[in-house]
T-cell receptor, first 108, second 114 residues
Framework: EDKVVQSPLSLVVHEGDTVTLNCSYE??????LLWYKQEKKAPTFLFML????IEKKSGRLSSILDKKELFSILNITATQTGDSAVYLC????????FGTGTRLKVLA | DAEITQSPRHKITETGRQVTLACHQT?????MFWYRQDLGHGLRLIHY???????NKGEVSDGYSVSRSNTEDLPLTLESAASSQTSVYFC?????????????FGEGSRLTVL
């Protein structure tokens, strides 16, 4: 059975801290891995990763995929209160399989 | 702008009633998906479709049905609503052949079954 596991489940940090969110997976027919940010409504797209070892970066957020060890990490540097959200990882096979998410709270 | 819309956004119903949640996308995407989101479970796949007349069961399909008569719409029907189906429902779509790239989400429909 395909499985996507995110850790930690929740995290509380202070503004300016750096956080690392983890997503590990066991699936057949891996195609890509997606990261989303969800505030109070629909998830919004952050990154798509298909190749191992190539970092995707957008501002303070970055992500990398390790296809050998079957995981991805999402890094957020210099966190701000606006980064408070649930971060979702989805592995794409012939469908999209989501982890349970990591709830991040950034305190001022 | 292309978009994906869900209706109703909020609904309260009673146990045993039939409920239909609508999903309409204007991207002309082949692939459409219905998820439910509950605390502690993340997004769980209910049903999905890769094109007109194609429908498939996801991991939590019991008590739900879908039909795909055109590219734009994938309505989700709860045949006889149960309290366990109280949840937030998200419709999503993606381009390409089966699941490939970015998944685009609707704004969600919050369903309460009393």
């Amino acid at each position: 059975e395909d499985k996507v596991v995110q850790s930690p489940l929740s995290l509380v940090v202070h503004e300016g801290d750096t956080v690392t969110l983890n997503c590990s997976y066991e699936v057949t027919n891996f195609r890509s891995l997606l990261w989303y940010k969800q505030e109070k409504k629909a998830p919004t797209f952050l990154f798509m990763l298909t190749s191992s070892g190539i970092e995707k970066k957008s501002g303070r957020l970055s992500s990398i995929l390790d296809k050998k060890e079957l995981f991805s990490i999402l890094n957020i540097t210099a966190t701000q209160t606006g980064d408070s959200a649930v971060y979702l990882c989805a592995v794409v096979t012939y469908k999209y399989i989501f982890g349970t998410g990591t709830r991040l709270k950034v305190l001022a | 702008d292309a978009e994906i819309t869900q209706s109703p956004r909020h609904k309260i119903t009673e146990t045993g009633r039939q409920v239909t949640l609508a999903c309409h996308q204007t991207w002309n995407h082949n692939n459409m998906f219905w998820y439910r989101q509950d605390l502690g479970h993340g997004l769980r796949l209910i049903h999905y479709s890769y094109g007109v007349q194609d429908t498939n069961k996801g991991e939590v399909s019991d008590g739900y049905s879908v039909s795909r008569s055109n590219t734009e719409d994938l309505p989700l029907t709860l045949e006889s609503a149960a309290s366990s189906q109280t949840s937030v429902y998200f419709c999503a779509s993606s381009d390409g052949t089966s699941a490939t790239g970015e998944l685009f989400f609707g704004e969600g429909s919050r369903l309460t079954v009393l």
